[in-house]
């Protein structure tokens, strides 16, 4: 009978030590997979800030040679922007039914761009972040001024007439190399015009185009 007993303390003794040699070996794999679990999450919350649109990150305080795409962005990430008034330069804004140009001092983005779908930078596009109230409210009333001499034009009865002040008023503020990369639409909607009004303006008068026989 003791052989017995012994025999079974003897078993169970040895099972039980298998059993506590199981645990480090256990508790090891569970912090290796917690450890690859965090690194996980971490490496998924990296990819997520790289994926967030240009809108979602810090904003520079000067905006200059970017894409148009990257420059729609960030006219409607809700900032207000000004037109560089150092230099030439500007941009037209493409609305749903319009476009409106905003030339050097005006203010771009903000609630006034909210529709805007498309932009054309005009010259060598600088855009700056106001740095005070005052400066933005100035900003303000230049872009509404520029709105205003648009619609001077805009106020002309006949659609020639319109095309060719809206392209006068470009040519006394840029050369004719810029001018002639402003699409014909955009001159078009600037003013309430059809696209063919405004390529017939561009033509020098008095040049005509004449095709010789071989």
Not at 44 to 61: E, G, I, M, V
Not at 104 to 130: E, M, T, W, Y
Not at 159 to 188: C, G, M, S, V
Request: with cysteine; proline share 6%.
């Amino acid at each position: 009978m003791d052989g017995e007993k012994q025999q079974r303390y003897s078993v169970a003794l040895s099972d039980a030590l298998q059993a506590l040699d199981s645990v480090p070996v256990i508790e090891s794999q569970a912090i290796k997979s917690q450890a690859i679990k965090s690194q996980t999450i971490k490496s998924q919350a990296l990819s997520r800030s790289q994926s967030l649109p240009q809108a979602a990150r810090p904003l520079p305080t000067i905006i200059e040679g970017v894409s148009t795409e990257n420059l729609l962005d960030y006219i409607q990430s809700g900032q207000v922007w000004v037109v560089n008034s150092r230099q030439r330069n500007g941009v037209i804004l493409c609305k749903p039914f319009h476009t409106e140009f905003a030339g050097p001092g005006a203010a771009v983005g903000g609630h006034l761009d909210a529709d805007c779908q498309a932009v054309i930078p005009v010259g060598k596009l600088s855009l700056l972040r106001p740095t005070s109230h005052q400066e933005r409210q100035n900003a303000y009333l230049i872009r509404r001024q520029w709105i205003k001499l648009t619609q001077q034009v805009t106020d002309k009865s006949t659609p020639p007439r319109r095309a060719q002040l809206i392209l006068n008023q470009f040519e006394t503020y840029f050369d004719q190399e810029t001018i002639a990369r402003i699409p014909d639409e955009a001159f078009a909607a600037m003013v309430g015009v059809l696209p063919y009004t405004i390529r017939t303006a561009r033509r020098t008068p008095g040049r005509l185009t004449v095709r010789m026989k071989g």
